[in-house]
């Protein structure tokens, strides 16, 4: 039988988006406690399904408790659960990102969300020499059936360095390579959303494939680690 996300669990958000403030937490805290051990334990279960097909070196779930110091919103928790599930570095990049939210919030999310700034540079540099390989893998029929296109920021017409008018502008111009897929409520909770969640991980192997090998070479192909 396949891990589920309880109904308690976003019945508990829907309650705390309400009553968003320390006493009514400290009061239910107990309860938070039982569900959030639930939920981790279906994350660690997607770490173990991630395992069996991939190689990921660490599982990290955000605590509720958010940062405020720098935040016009000054509600203390977070009304989402949130983990990242980090590829083996060097040799692996990009990462994978599990969000569960009440009233249709949920989603997963791939890909490179803040490259650095030398990755980002060798991702623009590959997509002008020849973006071949990667439009072949945004087009494949599966792939999009599954993920759809890009997301993400990007510049609003050419970075540094790069022609405006290239014909992969498009691709080089953006900041995030990212790829999000949204979930309602009842999908969250249904039998088949465990499977859908490492299935749809599983599918985003091509590209992770394609950008790990850019990243761990330089424009000649020879390899940087």
């Known amino acids: ?46 770490l173990t399904a991630l395992n069996e097909h991939d190689e990921i070196d660490k599982l990290k779930m955000f605590r509720i408790y958010r940062d405020v110091r720098f935040s016009k919103n000054k509600l203390p928790y977070k009304t989402h659960f949130g983990g990242s599930f980090h590829r083996t570095k060097p040799k692996l990049r990009g990462g994978y990102y599990l969000h569960i939210q ?26 002008e020499m020849d973006a071949t390989e990667i439009r072949a893998i945004l087009k494949n029929e599966k792939f999009k059936s599954v993920w759809g296109g890009f997301v993400g920021d990007e510049v609003k017409t050419a970075p540094k360095g790069f022609s405006k008018d290239h014909k992969s502008i498009d691709l080089i111009k953006k900041k995030q390579y990212i790829f999000v897929k949204k979930y309602t409520d009842s999908q969250v909770l249904s039998d088949a959303f465990f499977d859908d969640v490492n ?10 494939n394609y950008m790990s090998d850019v990243l761990t070479t330089n424009l000649n192909g020879e390899s940087l680690i």
């Open 102 to 127: 009440p009233n249709d919030e949920s989603f997963i999310a791939t890909g490179f969300w803040e490259p650095a700034p030398a990755d980002l540079l060798r991702i623009r540099k590959e997509f």
């Open 199 to 208: 299935q749809s991980f599983k599918g985003i192997r091509p590209y992770f």
């Open 1 to 46: 039988m396949n891990p589920k996300i309880k109904k308690e669990a976003l019945d508990f958000f829907k309650i705390l988006e309400k009553n968003n403030d320390r006493d009514w937490f400290n009061e239910h805290k107990s309860e938070f406690k039982k569900i959030e051990k639930d939920v981790k334990a279906f994350y660690n279960s997607v």
